[in-house]
Nanobody, 115 residues
Framework: QVQLVESGGGLVRPGGSLRLSCAASGFNFRYYGKWYRQAPGKDRELVARINGYGDKIEYADSVKGRFTISRDNGKMTLYLQMDSLKFEDTAVYYC?????????WGQGTQVTVSS
């Protein structure tokens, strides 16, 4: 059974922090990991990506310096540490990964930044 289960979202005040987790099971967790987000009325945005070994990482300009993507392959978990959160970070966040020829998505977790 293939699963990507997200957790860690919630309501946070501007300047606060959250850590999102994406726990994988049922497939080979050795390949790319990505975090996307989508806010109402906006296109889906790729926030960050990391390769299977964790030695190649990229961030969207909008989150660079504030967010950190990481992974623990032993725990089969992808993380997104979000610091210095802003109103515009409010969105549903989705993790994404895959094997050869297959792509998997988390269920999404809501992050709301509000005073």
């Amino acid at each position: 059974q293939v699963q990507l289960v997200e957790s860690g979202g919630g309501l946070v005040r501007p300047g606060g922090s959250l850590r999102l987790s994406c726990a994988a099971s049922g497939f080979n967790f050795r390949y790319y990991g990505k975090w996307y987000r989508q806010a109402p009325g906006k296109d889906r945005e790729l926030v960050a990506r990391i390769n299977g070994y964790g030695d190649k990482i990229e961030y969207a300009d909008s989150v660079k310096g504030r967010f950190t993507i990481s992974r623990d392959n032993g725990k089969m978990t992808l993380y997104l540490q979000m610091d210095s959160l802003k109103f515009e970070d409010t969105a549903v966040y989705y993790c994404n990964t895959g094997e050869r020829g297959r792509e998997f998505w988390g269920q999404g977790t809501q992050v709301t930044v509000s005073s």
